[in-house]
């Protein structure tokens, strides 16, 4: 898998400086077909958030303001499809305050958005790293339970939060009972 096939490698280096260990910028842009390992186990405190998006006009304005309202320094936004966005804090380092940083960001979420965001956030073992193929390759999350994850989240009411427990709940769905 050609990892960096249009940046050049200064750029890839720059690009990538102070987000991810240097050793590791330098084995991918010096070895471009380098194969990545599958995804690791990594204990992640996220926030899964959505957005009214009744007013498609607004939406753009919305997805800023959560850009604004998370710090950083501490966490990654993992997925933006729509008005669907995954935060996730440790995802490339262990963060030790990883849950205070979590429970911040979801007041000031709620505190920008009030009634435009509804939040479901917690605290779970999920799988990081390369996901995809060799001609698709993403660097992200997979929560465990996200079916789940979605069903209570689009329960919530816009102006909403909830915390889930350490385990999430378990789908008790048909399409899981194969």
Same mark, same amino acid.
């Given at each position: 898998?050609?990892?960096?096939?249009?940046?050049?490698?200064?750029?890839?280096?720059?690009?990538?400086?102070?987000?991810?260990?240097?050793?590791?910028?330098?084995?991918?842009?010096?070895?471009?077909?380098?194969?990545? !390992?599958?995804?690791?186990h990594r204990q992640l405190d996220f926030i899964i958030a959505l957005?009214?998006?009744?007013?498609? +006009?607004?939406?753009?304005?919305?997805?800023?303001?959560?850009?604004?309202?998370? $710090?950083?320094?501490? +966490?990654?936004?993992?997925?933006?499809?729509?008005?669907?966005?995954?935060?996730?804090?440790?995802?490339?380092?262990? +963060?030790?305050?990883?849950?205070?940083?979590?429970?911040?960001?979801? $007041?000031?979420?709620?505190?920008?958005?009030?009634?435009?965001?509804?939040?479901?956030? !917690?605290?779970?073992?999920?799988?990081?790293?390369?996901?995809?193929?060799?001609?698709?390759?993403?660097?992200?999350?997979?929560?465990?339970?996200?079916?789940?994850?979605?069903?209570?989240?689009?329960?919530?009411?816009?102006?909403?939060?909830? +915390?889930?427990?350490?385990?999430?709940?378990?789908?008790?769905?048909?399409?899981?009972? $194969?």
């Open positions: 898998m050609r990892f960096v096939p249009s940046i050049s490698a200064w750029r890839a280096r720059r690009t990538l400086r102070g987000y991810i260990d240097p050793k590791l910028v330098d084995e991918v842009v010096n070895n471009p077909n380098l194969q990545l !390992g599958p995804p690791r957005l009214r998006d009744d007013n498609f +006009e607004t939406l753009p304005t919305l997805v800023q303001k959560v850009v604004q309202s998370a $710090a950083p320094d501490t +966490e990654s936004i993992d997925g933006l499809t729509g008005p669907l966005i995954l935060l996730t804090f440790g995802r490339f380092r262990p +963060e030790p305050d990883a849950p205070r940083k979590r429970r911040e960001t979801v $007041a000031r979420l709620q505190q920008h958005l009030g009634n435009d965001i509804k939040v479901l956030h !917690g605290h779970c073992t999920a799988k990081v790293g390369h996901l995809g193929g060799h001609s698709f390759a993403v660097f992200g999350s997979l929560l465990p339970n996200f079916n789940t994850m979605l069903q209570t989240l689009t329960v919530l009411q816009f102006g909403q939060s909830r +915390e889930l427990p350490t385990a999430p709940p378990t789908h008790s769905g048909p399409e899981q009972s $194969a």
